[in-house]
């Protein structure tokens, strides 16, 4: 059963409104070094440097400590040719509605964990429980940190993976056990929900691609906060 026009407006606003506050602290300026640059000796070769001071990483920490976000911390970390420093490792969101398990523990830079945990506590978990009259026990997530190029193509710019700052989602599972994938929904609730979750992505995040986009992203959601135009205001929703 679909939930109530005002229950949905409700929540969407919340999100938006809360995303439009905490986006410039905490996915633009934040970054020590989040310059990619190019190898000179071999232009296939993938090179990125990212991260945080290690004041901001510690007070990143202790901010999702607080939030009673269950994480592995890593530090830094170096892939093939990209480098990460405040990374973390994240296993769980705790929610209003429960407690949310990241599939795989993805690593990720501190700050783009915060934010994605604010978008599970805000909007995920809120909207799933409205549509489904289940809480989201797990988000089953792809690739957070990967040292590779932007659609994997050589020698182009390193991709919001690269830097720790994306995360792929494939499927969101409720505590029933059923499991809303992001390519294919088997009912109408089912994809109302998954648009729903994409509409208000937008709001915490500069980029959401998924089904549609492109052929990349048919069978998941990629969330990323990079800086692709003037300011952290600039979005790329499809």
Not at 4 to 23: C, D, E, K, R
Not at 88 to 106: H, Q, Y
């Amino acid at each position: 059963m679909r939930p109530p026009s005002l229950l949905l407006q409700l929540v969407a606003a919340v999100a938006l409104i809360a995303s439009t506050s905490g986006l410039s602290a905490e996915s633009g300026p934040g970054s020590a070094n989040n310059k990619p640059v190019t190898n000179a000796k071999d232009a296939k070769t993938l090179v990125s440097v990212s991260g945080m001071t290690a004041s901001d990483y510690a007070e990143c920490v202790a901010e999702l400590a607080q939030k009673k976000v269950v994480l592995e911390e890593l530090g830094n970390v170096t892939q093939q040719g990209c480098e990460l420093s405040g990374a973390i490792r994240l296993a769980t969101v705790a929610t209003a509605f429960g407690d949310v398990n990241i599939s795989g523990k993805p690593s990720m830079l501190c700050s783009f964990a915060r934010q994605f945990s604010v978008w599970v506590r805000e909007a995920g978990a809120p909207l799933t429980l409205a549509y489904t009259g289940q809480r989201l026990a797990q988000i089953e997530a792809g690739e957070g940190f990967a040292c590779r190029a932007r659609y994997d193509k050589p020698g182009v710019v390193p991709s919001e993976h690269a830097k720790g700052n994306a995360l792929d989602i494939a499927s969101f599972v409720l505590a029933d056990g059923r499991r809303i994938r992001v390519k294919q929904q088997d009912s109408d609730m089912a994809r109302d929900l998954v648009r729903a979750l994409r509409t208000t992505a937008c709001g915490y995040f500069t980029t959401i691609l998924g089904p549609g986009s492109d052929p990349a992203h048919e069978d998941h959601f990629h969330f990323d906060s990079g800086m692709h135009g003037a300011t952290p205001n600039y979005r790329i929703c499809e």
